[in-house]
Protein backbone atom coordinates (compact mmCIF):
# COMPACT_ATOMS: atom_id res chain seq x y z
CA UNK A 1 0.00 0.00 0.00
CA UNK A 2 1.15 3.16 -0.79
CA UNK A 3 0.23 6.52 1.36
CA UNK A 4 -0.91 9.68 -0.50
CA UNK A 5 1.88 11.63 0.89
CA UNK A 6 4.67 8.62 -0.50
CA UNK A 7 2.96 9.81 -3.86
CA UNK A 8 3.90 13.39 -4.25
CA UNK A 9 6.96 12.79 -2.99
CA UNK A 10 7.98 11.06 -6.31
CA UNK A 11 9.04 12.73 -9.28
CA UNK A 12 6.91 12.21 -12.28
CA UNK A 13 8.40 10.75 -15.59
CA UNK A 14 6.77 10.63 -19.35
CA UNK A 15 7.81 6.91 -20.25
CA UNK A 16 7.58 8.66 -24.02
CA UNK A 17 10.22 11.64 -23.80
CA UNK A 18 11.58 10.43 -20.02
CA UNK A 19 11.07 14.24 -19.01
CA UNK A 20 10.45 14.98 -15.62
CA UNK A 21 6.96 16.63 -15.44
CA UNK A 22 7.05 17.26 -11.86
CA UNK A 23 5.20 16.07 -8.62
CA UNK A 24 2.27 15.60 -7.88
CA UNK A 25 0.01 18.26 -6.33
CA UNK A 26 -3.18 16.82 -6.08
CA UNK A 27 -5.06 13.57 -5.85
CA UNK A 28 -8.79 13.03 -6.85
CA UNK A 29 -10.23 10.36 -4.84
CA UNK A 30 -13.92 9.11 -5.84
CA UNK A 31 -15.67 8.47 -2.64
CA UNK A 32 -18.33 6.69 -3.46
CA UNK A 33 -16.53 3.74 -4.92
CA UNK A 34 -13.38 3.95 -2.88
CA UNK A 35 -10.15 4.54 -5.52
CA UNK A 36 -7.98 6.97 -6.81
CA UNK A 37 -9.46 8.79 -9.97
CA UNK A 38 -6.47 10.78 -11.05
CA UNK A 39 -3.83 12.98 -10.25
CA UNK A 40 -3.03 16.45 -10.39
CA UNK A 41 0.28 18.29 -11.47
CA UNK A 42 1.75 21.60 -12.27
CA UNK A 43 2.24 22.43 -15.58
CA UNK A 44 4.63 25.48 -16.02
CA UNK A 45 4.43 27.85 -19.36
CA UNK A 46 8.14 27.68 -20.98
CA UNK A 47 7.43 31.17 -21.85
CA UNK A 48 6.17 34.26 -19.31
CA UNK A 49 6.35 32.19 -15.98
CA UNK A 50 6.14 35.21 -13.87
CA UNK A 51 2.88 36.90 -15.49
CA UNK A 52 1.28 33.40 -16.28
CA UNK A 53 -1.30 32.13 -14.01
CA UNK A 54 -1.03 28.77 -12.42
CA UNK A 55 -2.08 25.77 -14.73
CA UNK A 56 -2.48 22.10 -14.06
CA UNK A 57 -2.14 18.86 -15.78
CA UNK A 58 -4.79 16.06 -14.93
CA UNK A 59 -3.55 12.77 -15.60
CA UNK A 60 -6.39 9.70 -15.04
CA UNK A 61 -5.33 6.71 -13.07
CA UNK A 62 -4.77 4.84 -16.14
CA UNK A 63 -2.30 6.66 -17.49
CA UNK A 64 0.05 5.95 -14.96
CA UNK A 65 2.40 3.14 -15.92
CA UNK A 66 4.51 2.08 -13.00
CA UNK A 67 5.07 3.35 -9.25
CA UNK A 68 8.86 2.90 -8.20
CA UNK A 69 10.54 3.63 -5.33
CA UNK A 70 11.97 7.46 -6.37
CA UNK A 71 9.27 7.91 -9.56
CA UNK A 72 6.01 7.23 -11.00
CA UNK A 73 6.27 6.44 -14.54
CA UNK A 74 3.18 8.12 -16.76
CA UNK A 75 2.05 7.63 -20.62
CA UNK A 76 0.99 10.74 -22.29
CA UNK A 77 0.51 10.23 -25.69
CA UNK A 78 -3.18 9.94 -25.26
CA UNK A 79 -3.26 12.88 -22.89
CA UNK A 80 -4.51 16.22 -24.11
CA UNK A 81 -2.54 19.09 -22.49
Known amino acids: MVKASELRDK ?3 DIN ?3 KLGNIIDIEVNLEEGRVEGIVLPKESKFFRIFSKDVELYLSWDSIKK ?3 DVILV ?3 DVKT
Do not use: F, P
Request: glycine share 16%.
Open 11 to 13: DVI
Open 17 to 19: TGE
Open 67 to 69: IGT
Open 75 to 77: DLK
